[in-house]
């Protein structure tokens, strides 16, 4: 009963920090600290996975060492797959568990059981949180649970501090954005801005904006970020169903290239670390003249946020073609115009 009190004081002191603070640090670390208080172990380590470069990024910890930090982590690759199939991680003896490395450098730290449990906003796993044990521990059923419900705030803390900064982010990307379009007519340059800040935006490997070209019933990239010379190079664009689809006017979400028949160069596309692709057509006004594609170096879900933001990004860059298809239009009409009046310069 004391212990139950001990989670709900803990429980009860973070949620009254999610109303007093909007400093995210601080909040982190009052989640570590109160895993540490409560749990009654050596350190904490809360930490964000970092899917498309495979890493763990610590956000907030307490109670290891600069040198443990750097030669006793075990690898995402073997603690991912444990928090997504068991929902946590538990080692009784971290020193000689088979699944875990570092094991001298664990040694040395003073550390002998571990639990992992995972980070999640909206389902979807972003990190975790590791508890480290300085004696043979048993983490009863609560424990667990109690470590799992403080790693959740710590996800929802995170959440909305992403959420506000990446409103602030995009509004300032579609200011810069409308700013360029309005003051230069140089689509070239503008297209160059857009697959950049969308990229950065959309924290993903690559962009690329694609024109068709009707007449050879072929695609040519116009602008590009990420992507490598060789990639780009790879020939002559056909239309490949995925490209169709979108052309056509529909998003195509394509998760895992390899499996997904409508994808041409698969081969290319490997090679250069391509594993999602969301492609978004690109429109003026109500005619569809090319795509705006993102890549990613790992399998992703793009939600129906994300996707309507970059069809957001996708009409400026219409906007853009637009605005400089019209420009060299007027100055064709006006050259004619005066060459007209040249030629009837008689009638003056």
């Not at 920090?17 to 670390?29: S, W």
């Not at 059981?113 to 975790?128: A, E, W």
């Not at 979400?253 to 978004?280: C, H, T, Y």
Request: proline share 2%.
């Amino acid at each position: 009963m004391e212990q139950d009190r001990s989670y709900f004081k803990a429980i009860c002191k973070i949620s009254r920090a999610f109303g007093t603070t909007h400093n995210l640090e601080e909040l982190l670390d009052l989640i570590v600290d109160s895993a540490i208080e409560t749990m009654q172990v050596k350190a904490a380590r809360l930490f964000l996975y970092e899917e498309e470069q495979e890493e763990f990024i610590p956000v907030a910890q307490r109670g290891l060492s600069d040198k443990y930090v750097r030669r006793g982590l075990t690898h995402p690759s073997t603690i991912i797959p444990v928090l997504v199939e068991d929902g946590f991680l538990y080692s009784q003896n971290a020193v000689t568990d088979d699944r875990l490395s570092g094991h001298e450098a664990k040694k040395a730290e003073g550390i002998v059981s571990i639990l992992v449990v995972p980070v999640k906003v909206r389902g979807k796993l972003i990190g975790g949180l590791s508890l480290f044990a300085g004696e043979r521990r048993d983490f009863s059923e609560d424990e667990i649970e109690f470590a799992t419900a403080i790693a959740e705030q710590g996800g929802m803390a995170i959440a909305n501090s992403q959420l506000i900064e990446r409103v602030m982010e995009n509004s300032n990307m579609f200011l810069d954005l409308a700013v360029n379009i309005n003051s230069s007519l140089d689509v070239k340059k503008i297209l160059h801005i857009l697959t950049a800040d969308v990229a950065d935006s959309m924290n993903v490997k690559a962009s690329s904006i694609l024109l068709v070209d009707e007449k050879n019933k072929s695609l040519e990239y116009v602008a590009s970020y990420g992507l490598s010379e060789k990639y780009l190079r790879r020939g002559q664009l056909s239309i490949d169903p995925s490209v169709e689809e979108t052309l056509a006017g529909n998003v195509v979400r394509v998760r895992d290239m390899s499996a997904d028949p409508r994808v041409s160069f698969k081969k290319e596309k490997q090679n250069e670390g391509i594993v999602s692709i969301l492609s978004i057509p690109v429109k003026t006004k109500e005619k569809v003249i090319g795509v705006l594609r993102l890549y990613t170096g790992a399998p992703r879900e793009f939600s129906d946020e994300e996707t309507t933001m970059v069809t957001a990004v996708a009409q400026l860059g219409g906007l853009a073609i637009r605005n400089a298809s019209m420009y060299l239009l007027l100055e064709k009409n006006m050259k004619h115009l005066q060459e007209d009046i040249w030629s009837h310069r008689s009638w003056f």
